[in-house]
Nanobody, 118 residues
Framework: QVQLVESGGGRVQAGGSLRLSCAASGRTFSSLGMGWFRQAPGKEREFVARIGRSTAYADSVKGRFTISRDNAKNTAYLQMNSLKPEDTAVYFC??????????????WGQGTQVTVSS
């Protein structure tokens, strides 16, 4: 029902910035909760941020990352500032239909690589 495509990943030095984009199609974008997750080598996928019924961030990115959305463009964004080597990971966009009384990210993008060098 929902297709998600991430873009904007790349390589940056510590202290730099990147903005990730997630283009959505397949259903009414404004009805979706959107989220960002990441997975570093050898680690489990972890929550980064979400925007929808509520807005939340992982403690590790608070004050540095900002999630936003532009409903007219069917796009969600993740602005990443003051990047650290520990932020290196594949970043995934996800969507929540918000049809259930609890968070359920059931649609996922293919991921985009972010590499932060020392």
């Amino acid at each position: 029902q929902v297709q998600l495509v991430e873009s904007g990943g790349g390589r940056v030095q510590a202290g730099g910035s990147l903005r990730l984009s997630c283009a959505a199609s397949g259903r009414t974008f404004s009805s979706l909760g959107m989220g960002w997750f990441r997975q570093a080598p050898g680690k489990e996928r972890e929550f980064v941020a979400r925007i929808g019924r509520s807005t939340a961030y992982a403690d590790s990115v608070k004050g540095r990352f900002t999630i936003s959305r532009d409903n007219a463009k069917n796009t969600a964004y993740l602005q990443m500032n003051s990047l650290k080597p520990e932020d290196t990971a594949v970043y995934f966009c996800a969507a929540d239909s918000q049809r259930l009384p609890y968070p359920k990210f059931e649609y996922w993008g293919q991921g985009t690589q972010v590499t932060v060098s020392s």
